[in-house]
Nanobody
Framework: QVRLVESGGGLVQAGGSLRLSCAASGRSFSWPAIGWFRQAPGKEREFVSA????????YYADSVKGRFTISRDNAKNTWYLQMNSLKPDDTAVYYCAASTFLGATMPTQYNYWGQGTRVTVSS
């Protein structure tokens, strides 16, 4: 069993920054792709970013390009989402997830999910 735990969410003013972390534990963890999704109230869960196991390939939703950076530390089984220049539209619960599909951007392509961490951006 794989367990994913997010942390780092909170309340921040527009223009501010947060860094989310996702720690994996359980059986041997070497998923081809690790991703971040978010879900705002009343909206569907949407893709934010993903990274390959090597870190050499990174994917971003258009809405976060240039503001968010995904990274990972395989030795620690932890990956991160650095979020800068936050906007009120970024307010959501953020989830990390693991997939066997490199470049996966659909929630259905992800096998394991964390419980989510809430990010609130005030205007």
């Amino acid at each position: 069993q794989v367990r994913l735990v997010e942390s780092g969410g909170g309340l921040v003013q527009a223009g501010g920054s947060l860094r989310l972390s996702c720690a994996a534990s359980g059986r041997s963890f070497s998923w081809p792709a690790i991703g971040w999704f978010r879900q705002a109230p009343g909206k569907e869960r949407e893709f934010v970013s993903a990274i390959s196991w090597s870190g050499g390939q990174r994917y971003y939703a258009d809405s976060v390009k240039g503001r968010f950076t995904i990274s990972r530390d395989n030795a620690k089984n932890t990956w991160y989402l650095q979020m800068n220049s936050l906007k009120p539209d970024d307010t959501a619960v953020y989830y990390c997830a693991a997939s066997t599909f490199l470049g996966a951007t659909m929630p259905t392509q992800y096998n394991y999910w964390g419980q989510g961490t809430r990010v609130t951006v005030s205007s």
